[in-house]
């Protein structure tokens, strides 16, 4: 499933075909959409929509080009109207700076009033924002204090406007345009954006992409965006689809929660598999007891699974390129099933990876590299740091002092047992990369330097 964010379904453009563009956003697997007011009447018109369509919801605000008309009234109306169980969120509302066809005092009023009913309310709010980055960023700042949350939408800046905005805990979506063969630079600022923080959405009936442009929008052509967006982060159309969906979930609460708790996973055509939250490590970055998600997957454990409860989990291996023992926590904290699991995928002839923080000889008490060999094709293990005390300042082991050097010594036995071996380590201004670097030569390994917070 995935979610239109944004759209303008009340325009009289869908007038006589909308049950038509509806079951064709169902049929591309478009199971929510958002409707944006624009104006109070428009706002009115979502929540109609909203209380005819299942998975139509409404957003409701007054756009900026209509700032200096909003009169004590309308506000009124607006504030009585946001208690309609379907609203989900406030907006449009912003700053144009560009049409200009309110005066930029009333664009600024009518702005911080919405950003104060979005927060009265709880809501996330839905931005505009066009040639006025500096005095949009400005009242956002104004209003951050835990409570502001929402999207800009179609966003058009640059890398740096687009990082304060991720800074101030806001998501950003790119319609359309992101699609259009000169538009190289949204697509490179969108790289720069954490897929983590992007919606999908049309803006119908406006910005078509390619290769509609220039005709009336509809829900359903964000099939068209979701290819872009997938080659921009390298990941595939089901990992962007299920990535929004998710963000869009935690953002307005509509659409499907992810099933928490996932043994096996995929990503790309990579099939990943979470056996444990252990860890005998403790790293400074590690999100697994706060935020427990990679990649729209929720990797929380309620319990441990069984091997056969990991087979199951699994299913048919046969399409996918490689399968990768993950998750959040260290899989040779929970080496039987690892190794049980590893025979059952060798057996299928399927290539297997093994991310570990090294520790495994220390969990398990004896020298453990061996036992993986002609199961194992690649490890990938955890430096992190040049030193000992740096490894323990940053990771926290369990086993204190033991730690690095055991990993060092795993290190070195797995390039008798496993054929690819690789250290990484986490990109952070405390660690000397060039001397890990030299470590990984020395050790005669290959070495990666992963992006902070970057994961799968
Ligand atoms: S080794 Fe991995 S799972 Fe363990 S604390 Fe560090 S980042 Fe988290």
Aim: one cysteine or more.
């Amino acid at each position: 499933m995935i979610i239109d964010t944004h759209a303008h379904l009340d325009f009289p453009e869908y007038k006589s075909d909308l049950e038509s563009v509806l079951s064709r956003a169902k049929d591309a697997d478009v199971g929510c959409i958002i409707n944006v007011g624009t104006s109070l009447a428009s706002s009115e018109k979502s929540i109609t929509l909203a209380s005819r369509f299942k998975n139509v919801y409404a957003s409701i605000g007054i756009h900026p080009h209509d700032a200096s008309k909003v009169s004590d009234q309308n506000w009124q109306t607006l504030e009585r109207l946001v208690k309609d169980q379907k609203v989900v969120a406030i907006g449009e509302t912003g700053l144009d700076y560009y049409r200009n066809r309110s005066p930029h005092e009333d664009q600024q009023r009518i702005f911080h009033k919405h950003l104060a009913l979005a927060k009265a309310h709880n809501l996330p709010v839905i931005i505009h924002s066009r040639d006025a980055s500096e005095d949009c960023l400005r009242i956002l700042n104004e209003h951050k204090n835990g409570a502001l949350k929402g999207v800009v939408h179609c966003f058009s800046g640059t890398k740096e406007i687009a990082r304060k905005c991720i800074e101030l805990g806001l998501y950003i979506s790119f319609a359309g345009p992101i699609t259009f063969s000169n538009a190289n630079n949204i697509r490179e600022v969108a790289k720069s954006v954490p897929v983590e923080r992007i919606l999908l959405e049309t803006d119908s009936p406006f910005l078509s992409p390619q290769p509609k442009r220039g005709e009336r929008n509809e829900p359903s052509y964000l099939s068209f965006i979701i290819p872009v967006l997938a080659d921009i982060y390298g990941l595939s159309v089901n990992d962007i689809k299920r990535i929004t969906t998710f963000n869009a979930y935690k953002l307005f609460g509509i659409g499907v929660p992810e099933q928490e708790g996932k043994v096996a996973y995929a990503i790309r055509n990579s099939l990943y598999i979470n056996i444990t939250n252990r860890c005998s490590n403790v790293c400074s970055f590690c999100m697994r007891e706060t935020y427990p998600i990679v990649k729209g997957h929720h990797l929380g454990l309620k319990r441990e699974p069984t091997t056969e409860e990991v087979i199951e989990a699994i299913g048919d291996p046969t399409g996918y390129d490689e399968i990768v023992f993950c998750g959040y926590g260290e899989p040779t904290e929970r080496l039987d099933v690892l190794l049980a699991v590893a025979r059952f995928l060798k057996s299928k002839g399927k290539r297997i990876r093994l991310d570990t923080n090294g520790h495994g000889d220390l969990i398990n008490g004896r020298h453990i590299a061996h036992e993986f060999k002609g199961l194992v094709d690649t490890v990938c293990i955890s430096l992190n740091a040049e030193t000992a005390e740096k490894y323990e300042e940053i990771c926290k082991p369990v086993f204190g002092k033991k730690a690095y050097p055991a990993l060092i010594q795993f290190i070195k036995d797995a390039k008798q047992a496993i054929p690819n071996v690789q250290v990484s380590i986490v990109e952070s201004p405390n660690v000397d990369i060039e001397r890990c670097k030299k470590i990984a030569e020395e050790l005669g390994v290959d070495f990666r330097v992963r992006k902070y917070n970057v994961l799968g």
